[in-house]
T-cell receptor, first 115, second 113 residues
Framework: EAGVAQSPRYKIIEKRQSVAFWCNPI?????LYWYQQILGQGPKLLIQFQNNGVVDDSQLPKDRFSAERLKGVDSTLKIQPAKLEDSAVYLC?????????????FGPGTRLTVT | AQSVTQLGSHVSVSEGALVLLRCNYSSSVPPYLFWYVQYPNQGLQLLLK????ATLVKGINGFEAEFKKSETSFHLTKPSAHMSDAAEYFC???????????WGLGTSLAVNP
């Protein structure tokens, strides 16, 4: 079974530029999560999708961050414009989402450096 | 407030020694409990989970954890540490009716030769 795929793995941009990350969850997983992990900290949930609907985006900085999952499969997370404090690893995770289990499976992450 | 506490942000053990990483949670309802491991420059990998079946849960790489309801704990152990166990370990708990995953702050495990 293929795991969660993310691209790119690394990205370096200057502040005020825009950037987009892509995630393809495990096949059949209805729930998709985007996390931000700052160095030395635990993951912080940015947004949670159930199929193509948003379940929780309470911690997403909506003035600069946006995310979509139009067809209920893969997803993109965008930052525009980026700030220095956005430097972090952006993790995508998925779970089966049918209430039978709650474990989340993570991709390798995208390490963003904003200079 | 519902929370997850990992005691000790850094733990150092000798190779071959017992590994004990502590996790306590606060919840008024039975939780789902997880331990994840994160190796440098990698994503999070599920080590093991507790979902109200057996209280002693065995995971990958020789790790296990015991759910103790009376102590609201889910400590992670491994009898003999390997150098390859050096990583960041996160305890996470599904709490409440909204089934939101709450993360601990993580414990960095160092294994000394």
């Amino acid at each position: 079974e293929a795991g969660v795929a993310q691209s790119p793995r690394y990205k370096i941009i200057e502040k005020r530029q825009s950037v987009a990350f892509w995630c393809n969850p495990i096949s059949g997983h209805a729930t998709l999560y985007w996390y931000q992990q700052i160095l030395g900290q635990g993951p912080k949930l940015l947004i949670q999708f159930q199929n193509n609907g948003v379940v929780d985006d309470s911690q997403l900085p909506k003035d600069r961050f946006s995310a979509e999952r139009l067809k209920g499969v893969d997803s993109t997370l965008k930052i525009q414009p980026a700030k220095l404090e956005d430097s972090a690893v952006y993790l995508c995770a998925s779970s089966i989402g049918d209430g039978s289990s709650y474990e989340q499976y993570f991709g390798p992450g995208t390490r963003l450096t904003v200079t | 407030a519902q929370s997850v506490t990992q005691l000790g942000s850094h733990v150092s053990v000798s190779e071959g020694a017992l590994v004990l990483l502590r996790c306590n949670y606060s919840s008024s309802v039975p939780p789902y409990l997880f331990w994840y491991v994160q190796y440098p420059n990698q994503g999070l990998q599920l080590l093991l989970k507790y979902t109200s079946a057996a209280t002693l849960v065995k995971g990958i790489n020789g790790f296990e954890a015991e759910f103790k309801k009376s102590e609201t704990s889910f400590h992670l152990t491994k009898p003999s540490a390997h150098m390859s166990d050096a990583a960041e370990y996160f305890c996470a708990v599904i709490l409440g009716n909204n089934r939101k995953l709450i993360w601990g702050l993580g414990t960095s495990l160092a294994v000394n030769p």
